[in-house]
Each structure stands twice: as C-alpha cells, then as structure tokens.
C-alpha cells in the first residue's frame, strides 16, 4: 500500500515495512518481566507463563493479552499477573495502523500503546504515547515526554484538546504534552461497544508527530478491502505535535535533538502513579478504600481488562517527490 501524505508539504509515500497478525507477535516482540517503572500493583510475567496461564493468546488472525481474573493477590505479591511486551524492531520516520476489537477497560486499569527509544536511556530520544488512560475514563490521551526544551503551541491543527504544552519530563511531575480526544467513544468501554476500531500514528521528521483515531464503521476502504490510510492521513489529526521548522515557528521542539528510532510497547499494568493516584477522586472509589486493595481481592473485575489486536502495520517512507 502506497500512503500519500498532506498536499502542503511535498508529498511523502510510505511502503509497507512489517505486518503483524496473530503468531508474528510471539516472533518479533519480547515479554518483559521488570518491576513497573510507574509503581503499579502488577506482575509482568514472561512469554512461557503468558502462554501457559492464557494471558497470551495467539490465533491466526488475532493477538490477546490480558490480565489474570482468577486469583487474588497475595500481599508480598508484585501484583496482578499481566503482560507488557516491545517490539524488536525500532522504527524512525514512520506510519504506525493498529488495528484494535478491544483495549483493557475498568477500575484500576491503565492499559497503554506507546513507542519509545531503543537506544536511551530515557527520556532520552523520546516518548510517544498513543493510547492511554486509567479507570473508567472515555477518551483517550496522547501525549510527547522528552528531554528539556521541547513544547508545543496551545492552539494546532488538531481535533482535540491541548491539556499541557511542556514535553519535558522534569516538569510537572513528568506530565509530558498531552491531547485529550474529543471522541467519547476513543478509550475503554465505549470503544470496545463499538468493536474499536483503528489507531493510526505518523512519526516523521519533518511533518512532526500526529495520531488518528477511526471507528470501525467510519474507517474508509479502498477497492480491495483495505483500509483507505490515504485518506486518513490527509485529515485533521486528533492529536498533532508541530516540530521546529518554517512551517511551525511557534513550536519549540526540534525533531532530531528529542526523537530517534522508537521500539513499540503495549503494556496493561494496574493503579501506580496515574491511575492510583486519582483512585479517591473517580467512581472506582465506592467499590474499594485503595486502588491496591481492589486490585488485590477482585479477580473477577478484571474479566474485561485485555488487548484484542487484528493487526499492526508499520510502513516507512519510501521517497520524496
């Protein structure tokens, strides 16, 4: 597929680099088992224990990952059995199509796809989250974390809403530069009513940083039944972060001092520094005193608490014109 990109600048065609559809994921991604770096109540377990407790689950058109929903969890446990796994791969400039049924939804949860630098250490070279949010929350946030000197203006060429401008990991308390969508239906379970849908991220030095979300019923297609990224990509962004350059004199972010090749990530870890820490101020809060002791004694609450992922595609550019 040939993937043309906006008419003002000269037009960019992307190839298609890597495909991953069911067994490929269990090839070129590795699961991770360190303690959370976000200090969630979640046990990240490896590929074999996946597998062998159905945390993984690989078809030939489908990839889970899910979290166990059968045990409590005991004290001087890490917590709840989950997966994050990352790609081999690391990619520059590129055009990320994730295509999604289902994403992890409900109290404690803070489910996450996101790209990172492979060569680091961070925050250097960068952090692009694509899909995140916590608890019961209905739109998705995407948001940069970067070294120093690296913001972006208020007001963009985006759908949605500018939450912070400062990408800078030291300020804020590594609040980074966010974008709240204005989809209700873009995260948890108003996403997964609608059979999800597609997530769509164009990483590129010289147009900046943009993430798209699709419904399913709303995706164009072309003549052969793929997906139109055509025509996705020539719209307006949900989320759009200018870099440094004539096109962008407001923004303040030059590409090659804050990003480099990024490896991908999908992660699903519990409670921690963002959903734990805004426990007391959501609904999850009637059902449990702390966001740890929920995650602890309600297996049963995390039956909807996994990833169902069709496909992703990475395509890279191909050539200027």
């Known amino acids: 597929m040939v993937v043309n990109a906006q008419p003002f600048i000269p037009s960019l065609t992307y190839r298609l680099q890597d495909s991953h559809v069911g067994y490929s994921f269990l090839d070129e991604f590795v699961w991770e088992t360190e303690d959370d770096l976000t200090h969630g109540r979640v046990n990240y377990v ?20 899910r979290a166990d929903d059968m045990k409590k969890v005991a004290n001087d446990s890490r917590g709840r059995d989950s997966v994050r796994i990352h790609s081999l791969a690391a990619y520059d400039d590129a055009l990320f199509v994730l295509d999604i049924t289902h994403m992890p939804e409900g109290c404690s949860t803070w489910p996450a796809w996101w790209t990172l630098s492979q060569e680091g250490p961070w925050p250097q070279g ?73 997530y769509i991220m164009e990483k590129n030095h010289e147009r900046g940083i943009s993430v798209w979300f699709i419904k399913r019923c709303d995706m164009p297609f072309s003549s052969d039944n793929e997906p139109n990224i055509d025509l996705v990509v020539l719209s307006t962004p949900d989320a759009y972060f200018p870099v440094q350059n004539g096109d962008s004199p407001d923004c303040n972010c030059d590409y090659s001092d804050h990003f480099n090749a990024h490896e991908i990530i999908f992660d699903l870890t519990f409670c921690g520094d963002w959903a734990g820490a805004v426990w007391a101020t959501s609904s999850c809060a009637a059902k449990a005193s702390t966001c740890e002791s929920f995650v602890d004694d309600n297996p049963g609450e995390f039956s909807e608490a996994y990833w169902e992922i069709n496909s992703l595609k990475i395509y890279t550019p191909r050539f200027w014109r």
């Open 46 to 65: 490896d590929k074999a224990t996946a597998l062998k407790d159905n945390l993984t689950f690989v078809s030939d058109t489908k990839f889970v990952m």
């Open 126 to 198: 960068g952090e692009i989250d694509i899909i995140e949010g916590v608890n019961l929350g209905p739109d998705n946030l995407s948001s940069l974390h970067t070294t120093p000197n690296c913001t972006m203006p208020q007001i963009r060429r985006q759908k949605g809403s500018t939450v912070s401008t400062n990408c800078d990991t030291s300020v804020n308390s590594n609040q980074g530069c966010g974008v709240s969508f204005l989809e209700q239906d873009s995260y948890g379970a108003g996403f997964n009513a609608g059979s999800g849908g597609f």
